[in-house]
Structure formats: structure tokens, C-alpha cells
T-cell receptor, first 113, second 116 residues
Framework: KNQVEQSPQSLIILEGKNCTLQ??????????LRWYKQDTGRGPVSLTI?????NTKSNGRYTATLDADTKQSSLHITASQLSDSASYIC????????????FGAGTILRVKS | DAGVIQSPRHEVTEMGQEVTLRCKPI?????LFWYRQTMMRGLELLIY????????DSGMPEDRFSAKMPNASFSTLKIQPSEPRDSAVYFC??????????????FGPGTRLTVL
């Protein structure tokens, strides 16, 4: 069964600190892996999209990595800001059904001042 | 660009009533998706359209749910009759076919549905 597992479920960090969110998936074969940021009361917004052949992709202070061999991805946030407080969702696109994305449950990040 | 537009933003109704959620995709996008998000199950794909044609509705939970896309700029998701377990946030998303190997989906702000 295609699954995406994320850890931790929630995380609290101090403003200015770095953090890393984890994603393990069983979707195989897959076309691409995405990280979305969802602010409270809003729809998810894409942060990064990596194809199966890419190892890393950055978007400002957000850097995503992908290890297709171990079926793991991580999202690293550098110098966190209060506005980074949100849910971060790992999403995998199966190769066969590219439009039927498989969503993780998300990691809720809270950045404190 | 205004992004994906959904209405209403909040809907409170009583069990048994009909509910209609509306979506206007980004102009030029040829794919439209309806999702449901709950704390227990996260984001789930209900149905998606390509060029106004329903492609996959396997995620629609029951016959009480129906979706239409009469033209490229409008789609509805209808629940009739509604039940308390339908309470959730419903998102519409759209994307367009590109030369890249993936289509980025852009989500609307969602409709928070509460069925009493």
C-alpha cells in the first residue's frame, strides 16, 4: 500500500534555530516528491518539488533532500522565523497515477520567540 | 492572478440538508482537484477533472457526493443529504499540463464545512 509517514508529529523550536523534518515513503515507483507548507486556515502551498533523480532542492531557507534508495526525504529549515509556524506536508506522486498524490499526515511546527 | 477561488469559506448546515461548494480554478489550468482534509485522515483526493471531464472519482466516499465541472472556470461539489461525518475542510486545487514531468497543484483557501 502506498504510504507516506512523517516525523515528528509536532515540533517546537526557538526563533533563529534550525530544524529538520523527516518523511519516509513506500510509494514505488514514484515520479516526484513534494513538500507543502500549510498555514492555519489556509490551503497548502508548494515549497519544493523533486523528481526521483534529484537529491536536493532549495527554496530560500528551505532545503529538501531525497534519498530514493532508502525512500527517505527531509526538509531542513534554516534560521527559523515566527512565520515558519505551520504544518509541513510531505507528498509523493506515484509514477503510474501521477495526479493522485499520496499525502503524509504532516508535521506541525511551532516557532517561539 | 487571483489564485484558486472557493466559496463559501465557511458553511454550517444541519444534517440532511444539501450543501454545494464552489470553485473557480486558475485561468488556463486544465486540471481541477477536489480534496477533503480532516484531523483523522489528513488530505484525501475525492475527484479530479481534466479539461472538464471527470477522470477519477474513486475517492468520492458515497453516492451522497457528486461533482460537476460545466466549464473550464467553474466546478461544484455537492453533498446531498449531508451528515455530521462530512464535517471537514474541502479544498479545490488546479494545475496545468506542462513539459515538466510533474504538474504543480495550486490550492484554494478551502471551505470549512460543519454539519450539525
Amino acid at each position: 500500500k502506498n504510504q507516506v509517514e512523517q516525523s515528528p508529529q509536532s515540533l517546537i523550536i526557538l526563533e533563529g534555530k534550525n530544524c529538520t523534518l523527516q518523511c519516509n515513503y513506500t510509494v514505488s515507483p514514484f515520479s516526484n516528491l513534494r513538500w507543502y507548507k500549510q498555514d492555519t486556515g489556509r490551503g497548502p502551498v508548494s515549497l519544493t518539488i523533486m523528481t526521483f533523480s534529484e537529491n536536493t532542492k532549495s527554496n530560500g531557507r528551505y532545503t529538501a533532500t531525497l534519498d530514493a534508495d532508502t525512500k527517505q526525504s527531509s526538509l531542513h529549515i534554516t534560521a527559523s522565523q515566527l512565520s515558519d509556524s505551520a504544518s509541513y506536508i510531505c507528498v509523493v506522486s506515484p509514477l503510474e497515477y501521477g495526479n493522485k498524490l499520496v499525502f503524509g499526515a504532516g508535521t506541525i511546527l511551532r516557532v517561539k520567540s | 492572478d487571483a489564485g484558486v477561488i472557493q466559496s463559501p469559506r465557511h458553511e454550517v448546515t444541519e444534517m440532511g440538508q444539501e450543501v454545494t461548494l464552489r470553485c473557480k480554478p486558475i485561468s488556463g489550468h486544465d486540471y481541477l482537484f477536489w480534496y477533503r482534509q480532516t484531523m483523522m485522515r489528513g488530505l484525501e483526493l475525492l475527484i479530479y477533472f481534466n479539461n472538464n471531464v471527470p477522470i477519477d472519482d474513486s475517492g468520492m466516499p458515497e453516492d451522497r457526493f457528486s461533482a460537476k465541472m460545466p466549464n473550464a472556470s467553474f466546478s461544484t461539489l455537492k453533498i446531498q443529504p449531508s451528515e455530521p461525518r462530512d464535517s471537514a475542510v474541502y479544498f479545490c486545487a488546479s494545475s496545468r499540463t506542462t513539459l515538466a514531468s510533474y504538474n504543480e497543484q495550486f490550492f484554494g483557501p478551502g471551505t470549512r464545512l460543519t454539519v450539525l
